[in-house]
């Protein structure tokens, strides 16, 4: 409050302002622009109403716990103190429903314990207020931490003084084609993209920006030719080639992603993502499991505790026909990531062509509770079926 006092001071305010540093409540004749106190906290504060006339345009806000836990009035004896025994809505502490009533026209408080980090700053908010900001920005600037527990009250676009109004152009920027985000945007995103790949030429990084804007706007292609741009340009950026072979792999484009998972390993022998999506892709895409499993167990020996990485190497020994060392890599896999749809549909799988009937219904069930949608495939019409050619295990 102090330092509020003296910012406004030095905004040439200083005679507008009333600090009260003793004991009692704050009295001001005429109207009130700012409110600003210790509330309940405060403990010669024990009343409802500060008896003050605020202004038109006038905000507020306390140091409060909870004084936006409810806008229903108490009753009219009630008062706020600092005694646990003396509640209303839960709590001792003010309400900001009472500030509304009074006539504040803007005013935050907290629906929950905002600890006193997360208090809103007066020593922020009363100077933007009186420099032009409208009041959702004043609030804005001053509440430290959003989605917590402060709420704001008021006419957003309130804005008693007049400041630089912004015009269209400051809001609504022409849109920068080499990244195809508004030019003030574009600026502060390749800034982090070029501190952030170091190395990298800053043409690479512009397309790779680029690239990120397409696959939002779901243009795919557009994203796929922007990152192929990229890494002509930036050969051996490893984030580059991961991105276009994790894009080419989503969109079927499979050899072009082995390739670049190739790359990727050329470069750095002991990435694991590149090891692992390329044995998958090996074995999967291009019905070489023989070929990728070298590699799986290379990336399964980096990760041994990736449910996924271990599960890729229980998979290519079953498409080998090598489900007696699949089945138990699977049930480690299970255990290290329990909610994983596919895991489950691979041990499914291999417990039923290894005629475990009770295994393969228990797993594929927990399979189709974790992604219903896995139902639906055809793959799991056929292991249905597979499933109920089996003989009923006896207890």
């Known amino acids: 409050m102090a330092q509020a006092a003296r ?11 009333v600090l009260e540093t003793t004991a009692a409540p704050a009295k001001v004749v005429g109207p009130t622009l700012g409110f600003y106190s210790w509330s309940a906290a405060d403990p010669e504060y024990r009343r409802r109403i500060t008896g003050l006339t605020f202004a038109t345009g006038a905000i507020a806000a306390n140091l409060a716990g909870s004084d936006a836990r409810t806008f229903q009035p108490p009753p009219d004896n009630w008062a706020p103190t600092g005694d646990p025994a003396t509640l209303f809505a839960g709590t001792p502490d003010a309400l900001i429903g009472d500030l509304i009533r009074e006539g504040v026209t803007g005013v935050a408080g907290q629906v929950g314990e905002p600890l006193l980090l997360g208090a809103v700053r007066p020593d922020v908010l009363f100077p933007a207020y009186l420099a032009g900001y409208n009041l959702a920005e004043a609030f804005y600037l001053a509440t430290p931490t959003l989605s917590w527990t402060t709420i704001v009250v008021g006419d957003p676009l309130c804005r008693p003084f007049t400041g630089r109004v912004l015009t269209r152009s400051d809001l609504d920027s022409a849109i920068d084609k080499e990244t195809d985000l508004p030019t003030l945007f574009s600026a502060r995103r390749l800034a982090r993209a070029v501190a952030g790949a170091a190395g990298v030429p800053q043409s690479a990084a512009v397309l790779a920006v680029r690239a990120e804007t397409l696959l939002a706007k779901a243009d ?176």
């Not at 030719?225 to 894009?247: D, T």
């Not at 499914?348 to 062509?353: D, E, K, N, P």
């Open 7 to 17: 910012r406004l001071a030095e905004q040439g305010q200083g005679s507008r302002v």
């Open 220 to 395: 795919r292609a557009g994203a796929r030719a922007a990152l192929e741009q990229a890494v002509a340009v930036a050969p051996s950026a490893i984030g580059l080639l991961m991105n276009l072979a994790l894009l080419e792999e989503a969109d079927g484009s499979y050899d072009a992603a082995i390739a670049h998972y190739r790359r990727i390993l050329e470069l750095q022998p002991s990435n694991v993502i590149a090891l692992n999506n390329v044995a998958y892709a090996l074995a999967v895409y291009r019905k070489a499991p023989a070929e990728g499993l070298p590699l799986a167990k290379r990336a399964a020996a980096l990760a041994p505790r990736s449910g996924s990485v271990i599960d890729t190497l229980a998979w290519i020994e079953h498409l080998l026909g090598n489900d007696a060392a699949a089945a138990p890599l699977l049930a480690s896999a299970i255990r290290l990531d329990p909610e994983s749809s596919d895991i489950r549909l691979h041990a499914a799988t291999v417990a039923a062509s290894s005629g475990d009937r009770a295994h393969a219904e228990r797993e594929l069930k927990e399979a189709i509770r974790l992604d219903p949608s896995i139902d639906q495939r055809a793959e799991t019409k056929e292991l249905r079926e597979r499933i109920a050619a089996l003989p009923v295990q006896k207890p």
